[in-house]
């Protein structure tokens, strides 16, 4: 089992900055990739940045170019993502939940955080 804890959400003005934090536990040593997904009201959850423990990295598109997906470290017990949120604009209110995966033999187990939340106001 992975367990994942988010912090850093809050409230920001349109044009800020915001970072986020993800630390995993447990079963860490088969993380096979770590990453950031959000959820808007009334929006299904959707991509925002997942690096695998090669360094590759998948964005969203819309959001190439203002979010960055730091490289995990790993010490010990822990290993942490980041999201670095730059140019942040009202769309991007939303809940921002920690994930990562493992491959299995029937393809990839899922682990979400909690959730914390993101409010850009205007």
């Known amino acids: 089992q992975v367990q994942l804890v988010e912090s850093g959400g809050g409230l920001v003005q349109a044009g800020g900055s915001l970072n986020l934090s993800c630390a995993a536990a447990?079963?860490?040593?088969?993380?096979?990739?770590m990453g950031w997904y959000r959820q808007a009201p009334g929006k299904q959850r959707e991509l925002v940045a997942v690096?695998?423990?090669?360094?590759?990295?998948?964005?969203?598109d819309s959001l190439k170019g203002r979010f960055t997906v730091s490289p995990t470290s790993q010490d010990n017990a822990k290993k942490t993502v980041y999201l670095h949120m730059n140019s942040l604009k009202p769309e991007d209110t939303a809940v921002y939940y920690c994930?990562?995966?493992?491959?299995?033999?029937?393809?990839?187990?899922?682990?979400w955080g909690q959730g914390t939340q993101v409010t850009v106001s205007s």
């Open positions: 994930y990562s995966n493992k491959k299995m033999s029937w393809g990839l187990q899922a682990y």
């Open positions: 447990g079963d860490i040593f088969s993380i096979n990739a």
């Open positions: 690096i695998d423990r090669s360094g590759n990295t998948d964005y969203a």
